[in-house]
């Protein structure tokens, strides 16, 4: 989520905390049309017969390397905006600390201000989120 904190902003997170995580992504597939090819490797959602061989027999569990995975400009901007506009909080358990933002699926609650700041990091989540991206 963006520094700037909004009694909007927790109505928001408090209304979308109820939905089910199902009923969130579903809810954010409806976004602006984007080339989600684009944010990805050149070829990445062409090979999905050649690496399904190698998911399937990798050990010891069912995984695969994607190396390139999304074009590097967009990643940069992602980072970029991570680093100067996000705020995380601290958490922590009994065996660990960590710093978490807002959920992706969240993006669309904030206000238009704040989402004109985020334009990587709401690209990028358009295209994990798209049709295209999950029938990969």
Do not use: W
Not at 31 to 60: G, K, N, W, Y
Not at 126 to 131: E, K, N, P, V, W
């Amino acid at each position: 989520m963006v520094a700037v904190e909004s009694d909007n902003k927790r109505a928001v997170s408090r209304a979308d905390a109820t939905l089910t995580k199902k009923a969130r992504v579903d809810e954010t597939v409806v976004t602006s049309a984007i080339d989600a090819r684009a944010c990805f490797h050149a070829s990445l959602l062409d090979e999905a017969d050649s690496l399904a061989p190698v998911f399937a027999s990798a050990m010891p569990f069912s995984h695969c390397c994607i190396t390139p995975f999304c074009n590097e400009t967009l990643l940069q901007g992602v980072r970029q905006e991570m680093l100067e506009r996000l705020h995380f909080t601290q958490k922590e358990t009994d065996i660990f600390k960590y710093h978490q933002s807002g959920d992706l699926a969240n993006l669309d609650g904030l206000p238009e201000d704040e989402k004109r700041q985020l334009p990587s990091l709401q690209k990028l989540r358009d295209a994990i989120y798209s049709q295209e991206f999950r029938d990969f």
